[in-house]
């Protein structure tokens, strides 16, 4: 079992006198900074120069700086820019700024994993890694909650990267929903595998496939729409609230007589596995990342044109119109959360 921590367990106080750094204020960036204010710590965005978060981080009363000169005021400086910019913008920007016995923090392990950073003996490198968007992290905080986060050490010269990321962790307000311990390695691997296999790559072509057979055999889009994909939020919030079991107690016997004969005839038990357990191999070895690193250096030329083909499918165009009818901004909706 993995080691949990909760508020009690953190030490806000192992913040007081540190300048906290947060590099990028996108999802994650603008949370962190933000509930990090409000829990009464010294921070500071660091953005590129006319970037138009610069304005929009003001207003929001944080002091911003460019990435360089808030590197080299930081003592903690946590990376919050895109993954596939993030090699770069340290050796840029941060790595010449950084200070013996700073803490340098990530909020994902990609680059350290497959050492695309490779950071001084003498700084702290520390995760905190929220499981869920940065819209969450903030309007969580707002509403007195937290989105639950990872901790991983993969230095500590100081001695002090767990009391700094526990407090950092509590500052954010994630202590709220627990931390879980874990490593640079196992967060990278598991995220990166639960995102392709299940979460986005797995949930997308689900849908898409049922959508599309449902639309093939006649009937109407929009019902398409309604089945396959609308109702997915309504099944995944009570698997979320109350596991598999509130799920089939809320939906017919009729439903759950469905999930056991037909779910394994969708994903046949053996082949699925086989692909699943293939997924993960090219993520352990690095061929993934190594694809991933090629693609952005080699303009993105697939990861494009699969988003724009992605876009004239009519799964998106159905459901983009149907949704102008839906009133249901939530909380993971970044035009609606408050932030
Ligand atoms: P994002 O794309 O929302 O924001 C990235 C920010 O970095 C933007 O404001 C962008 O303008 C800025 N940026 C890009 N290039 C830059 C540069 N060269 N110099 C300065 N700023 C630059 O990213 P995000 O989703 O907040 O992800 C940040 C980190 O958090 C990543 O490591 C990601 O893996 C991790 N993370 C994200 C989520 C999530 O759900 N979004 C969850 C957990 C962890
Ligand atoms: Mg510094």
Known sequence: MANMFYEKDCDLGKLDGKKIAIIGYGSQGHAHALNLKESGCDVCVGLRAGSKNWAAAEKAGLQVKTVAEAAKWG????????????????????????????????????????????????????????KGPGHTVRSTYV?????????????????????????????????????????????????????????????????????????????????????????????????????????NYSISDTAEYGEYVSGPRILPYDE???????????????????????????GRTFFNSSRAILAKHPMETVGAELRRNMLWGDDTDPDTASN
């Open 75 to 130: 003592d903690i400086v946590m990376i919050l820019v895109n993954d596939e910019v993030q090699a770069e913008v340290y050796k840029k920007e941060i790595a010449s700024n950084l200070e013996a016995g700073n803490t340098l923090m990530f909020a994902h392990g990609f680059n350290i994993h497959y050492k695309q950073i490779v950071p001084p003996k003498d700084v702290d490198v520390v995760m905190i890694a929220p």
């Open 143 to 247: 509403n007195g909650k937290g989105v639950p986060c990872l901790i991983a050490v993969e230095q500590n010269p100081t001695g002090k990267a767990y009391d700094v990321g526990l407090a950092y962790a509590a500052g954010i307000g994630g202590a709220r929903g627990g931390v879980m311990e874990t490593t640079f390695d196992d967060e990278t691997e598991t995220d990166l595998f639960g995102e392709q296999a299940v979460l986005c790559g797995g949930v997308v072509e689900l849908m898409k496939m049922g959508f599309e057979t449902l639309v093939e055999a006649g009937y109407a889009p929009e019902n398409a729409y309604f089945e396959c994909i609308h109702e997915m939020k309504l099944i995944i919030d009570l698997i979320n609230k109350g596991g598999v079991a509130m799920m």
């Open 272 to 298: 699925t596995k086989k692909n699943m357990k293939a997924v993960l191999t090219d993520i352990q070895n690095g061929k993934f990342a190594g694809k991933w690193i090629a693609e952005n250096k080699n």
